[in-house]
């Protein structure tokens, strides 16, 4: 019977040293309804205890409350080695763990992602299958704002000083790394250190093309592609590696139900004998094929949005030449700026949605799901832009550019006009547009990221500091319960998840989609400007840095996950390595001659890019089958570790005698004890049958002679 929750609360110990929070739970209460908010709150506190954890709770700001979870050393051993057999069980892991929880613990020791992974899942996972079941935002936890954990500093400190003061990330860096946030952000961290290094080839080629061969070079570009084939199937058996070295190739296997997972009926598992909830693989499909009209509408709406941006800034830029123009040449950067954030967040919250509706069973397919729809929209906003001016207003910008001033805004332009004779004259479009395109994407852009991702942050953080210390000074607020202070060690901590649950969500999506595009950049346009590359290989030094300090200062504690690849991620670097080939060849066909681009022959264009797809396709079956030659180490490794595992359990099954001896001992009891009849009786010892075999050949000699 679970303890009434005031007993429950007095008795738990206080905040300091070794009973730090292992979590925060963020709870936000409904200001139009005191009763349900309090209902919602209890529920939640019994819930916790009753699994067995330790709860305290302290005001936040804002009227949260912050909720303080805390799982005893006791039960996390428990849970830690029940999760290890059932990775053995699975297959994740090769040897078994001792089977005494202690000595299994002690001889490895639980990593603090480890530990913390485990109390979320407690905390996460449904009440049917033994945890508390909670869903931030969602069913009956719709006023559970996040949970999160709470940052280590010290280690924070001493990692990003030793992180930073490196040319090169190690491995070893990358385990450490991995220890203490997981395996999902240690595949972000090792993905973009593996792409900084292949990075280097098309920037010292790009180099050499941009200061001795034409533009958009055949050599350069043929480079490209190879490069890019060879990058994405190494990096495949980079992460086989680390996955099989950090123990988790295969995690895939197992895999918690979401809590959040409905089923329409339940079923007894043929297996396990336990009732499990079925949702029918159809009604998902369905749902799924939902996600494709409203993708289809926001496609349309943003292209929309970005050409009409577009056409304004070539109108102002290229054509305007009225007054304030000084200030108007800013607009476009302002709509770009606010408009397209503004669709992309709407489409992205309702891509949240459409997932969530989709009713996934496991935490990986509805990442998956998600992240395929936010892949679409990133490359729609990044990319529109430099297709439009590529295919579109190079070739036909003189025929199209005159047309779009339906208003007649501007016919007292010279650039439509000539204002002597006032006979029409010819727009010229800008050759140079697609170049200083790259350039911005190149230069600019990164800039700008870099000071959205760390500098404005900052900023804000201090900006907020000084504004609630005001607000502190000068505004009296009713008293609200808070923990005893027992010391500077308690409140110093209470402070800190204070501050920590004023920070933003950690989300790895948009790391993965900087890296993503930013490749989508080099192999898709860096022909235009070759020197694109040297530019994105010093921003991805900085960027591994920067993104270290984000992680542990910027943003709240990720929760650490299991991963043993970096998801549906690979899949879209090999799309846009095989988009390259078809835009590479294009760009070459339709500007390399030095012609007008709308005189190259479409016929010609097309038959060059099925060319180049053909030759992608052909390279790609080479460079996998001369790397399957050579297993991955990591593979090796395994097999290694399988066949030690098989040969102790021999040993112990047989004896190590019998081991070493092989099946000589045995072959000869089954012969001598089995009665098969007369004709298989042995009349002498296995020599004897061994010299009547010998025997046979001579006699056999002897007739042919």
């Known amino acids: 019977m679970a303890r009434p929750l005031s007993e429950a609360l007095t008795s738990m110990p206080g905040l300091s040293g070794e009973t730090a929070p292992d979590y925060v739970i963020l709870f936000r209460p409904d200001p139009s309804s005191r009763q349900r908010s309090e209902a919602q709150l209890e529920r939640l506190v019994r819930r916790i205890i009753d699994v067995g954890m330790r709860v305290k709770c302290e005001a936040g700001d804002n009227n949260a409350v912050l909720v303080m979870v805390r799982c005893p050393t006791s039960k996390l051993q428990s849970e830690a080695y029940t999760s290890r057999v059932k990775d053995w069980l699975v297959g994740i892991r090769i040897a078994a763990p001792v089977e005494e929880t202690k000595e299994s613990i002690s001889a490895e020791p639980m990593t603090p992602?480890?530990?913390?992974?485990?109390?979320?899942?407690?905390?996460?996972?449904?009440?049917a299958e033994g945890g508390v079941g909670i869903t931030p935002n969602v069913g009956e936890w719709d006023l559970v704002a996040s949970i999160f954990p709470i940052h280590d500093p010290i280690f924070g400190q001493s990692w990003l000083a030793a992180w930073s003061k490196r040319g090169i990330i190690s491995d070893s860096s990358l385990t450490i790394l991995k220890d203490n946030f997981g395996e999902k952000v240690a595949f972000l961290f090792a993905?973009?250190?593996?792409?900084?290094?292949?990075?280097g080839v098309p920037a010292f080629v790009g180099v050499i093309a941009h200061f001795l061969l034409p533009q958009y070079s055949i050599i350069y570009s043929l480079v490209l592609g190879l490069w890019s084939i060879i990058f994405v199937?190494?990096?495949?058996?980079?992460?086989?590696?680390?996955?099989?070295?950090?123990?988790?190739?295969?995690?895939?296997?197992?895999?918690?139900?979401?809590?959040?997972?409905?089923?329409?009926?339940?079923?007894?598992?043929?297996?396990?004998?336990?009732?499990?909830?079925?949702?029918?693989?159809?009604?998902?499909?369905?749902?799924?094929?939902?996600?494709?009209?409203?993708?289809?509408?926001?496609?349309?709406?943003?292209?929309?949005?970005?050409?009409?941006?577009?056409?304004?800034?070539?109108?102002?830029?290229?054509?305007?030449?009225?007054?304030?123009?000084?200030?108007?040449?800013?607009?476009?950067?302002?709509?770009?700026?606010?408009?397209?954030?503004?669709?992309?967040?709407?489409?992205?919250?309702?891509?949240?949605?459409?997932?969530?509706?989709?009713?996934?069973?496991?935490?990986?397919?509805?990442?998956?799901?998600?992240?395929?729809?936010?892949?679409?929209?990133?490359?729609?906003?990044?990319?529109?832009?430099?297709?439009?001016?590529?295919?579109?207003?190079?070739p036909f910008g003189d025929l199209i550019v005159p047309k779009l001033d339906f208003l007649n805004l501007f016919q007292t332009s010279t650039k439509f006009t000539d204002k002597a004779t006032g006979a029409d004259s010819t727009f010229q479009v800008n050759s140079g547009r697609l170049v200083n395109q790259m350039r911005y994407m190149s230069?600019?852009?990164?800039?700008?990221?870099?000071?959205?991702?760390?500098?404005?942050?900052?900023?804000?953080?201090l900006i907020f500091n000084e504004a609630k210390h005001l607000r502190s000074k000068y505004r009296r607020t009713p008293a609200r319960p808070t923990l005893e202070r027992r010391g500077t060690v308690e409140e110093m901590t209470l402070n800190r998840v204070k501050e920590e649950a004023a920070l933003d969500e950690y989300e790895i999506y948009g790391d993965y989609a900087e890296m993503v595009i930013q490749f989508g950049f080099v192999v898709l346009f860096s022909p235009v400007w070759p020197l694109a590359p040297v530019c994105f290989l010093i921003n991805n030094w900085v960027e591994l840095r920067s993104d270290a300090a984000k992680l542990c200062v910027g943003y709240r504690r990720p929760v650490p996950e299991r991963a043993d690849s970096i998801g549906p991620w690979v899949e879209h670097l090999a799309f846009i390595s095989w988009l390259g080939s078809i835009t590479t060849s294009s760009l070459i066909n339709i500007f390399r001659s030095g012609a007008h681009p709308r005189d190259a022959s479409i016929l010609g264009t097309l038959g060059i890019v099925l060319f180049a797809e053909n030759l992608w396709l052909g390279t790609r079956f080479m460079v996998r089958h001369i790397l399957k030659a050579v297993p991955p180490q990591g593979q090796r490794q395994l097999d290694g570790e399988k066949y030690k595992v098989r040969t102790e359990y021999l040993r112990q099954l047989i004896g190590e005698e019998a081991a070493s001896a092989g099946n000589k001992k045995l072959g000869e009891a089954a012969v001598q004890e089995e009665d098969m009849g007369t004709f298989w009786r042995m009349e002498s010892s296995v020599e004897g049958v061994i010299q009547r075999a010998k025997g046979c050949m001579v006699s056999e000699n002897k007739k042919t002679a």
């Open 233 to 394: 199937e190494m990096w495949r058996r980079k992460e086989t590696n680390l996955a099989v070295r950090w123990g988790v190739h295969g995690c895939a296997k197992l895999e918690h139900r979401r809590a959040a997972f409905t089923g329409d009926t339940t079923v007894t598992d043929p297996y396990t004998g336990e009732e499990v909830p079925v949702f029918p693989v159809w009604k998902r499909i369905l749902r799924q094929l939902l996600s494709v009209p409203i993708g289809f509408v926001a496609a349309i709406t943003l292209a929309a949005t970005i050409m009409s941006i577009v056409a304004t800034e070539i109108l102002i830029n290229e054509v305007y030449d009225g007054p304030g123009k000084n200030v108007l040449i800013y607009l476009p950067t302002v709509l770009f700026s606010t408009v397209v954030p503004y669709l992309s967040k709407s489409y992205r919250a309702a891509s949240k949605k459409v997932t969530m509706f989709e009713n996934h069973e496991t935490e990986r397919s509805y990442e998956q799901s998600f992240t395929n729809k936010i892949f679409a929209l990133n490359m729609l906003t990044s990319y529109m832009s430099l297709f439009i001016t590529a295919f579109v207003y190079l």
């Open 443 to 461: 230069i600019t852009n990164n800039l700008v990221n870099f000071a959205l991702e760390l500098v404005v942050p900052f900023i804000t953080k």
């Open 191 to 199: 993905f973009t250190q593996v792409y900084f290094l292949f990075l």
């Open 113 to 127: 992602a480890e530990r913390l992974r485990l109390v979320h899942a407690i905390l996460t996972i449904p009440a």
